[in-house]
């Protein structure tokens, strides 16, 4: 009887580590996902200045062009 009991014992155990394992996990999923996230907008942002950037150099090569030579 022992015997069953220790390895029903250990068996509880091993389940006790997986589901603790599986939380803290599960935790870092979480914080990753957040800084994924996080990340997705300053790329969003970024590349609303880039094209904001872009459009002004645009321009001023246009006008640039637009000007007759002297």
Partial sequence: MQKYFNAIYAA??????VFVVKIQLFGQVADVQSSLD???????????????????????????QQQPES
């Fill in 12 to 17: 509880v155990l091993i389940g006790l580590v």
């Fill in 38 to 64: 996080s990340q997705a907008e300053t790329m969003n942002q970024l590349q609303g200045d880039i094209e904001a950037i872009v459009g002004a150099i645009n321009k001023q090569i246009q006008a640039g």
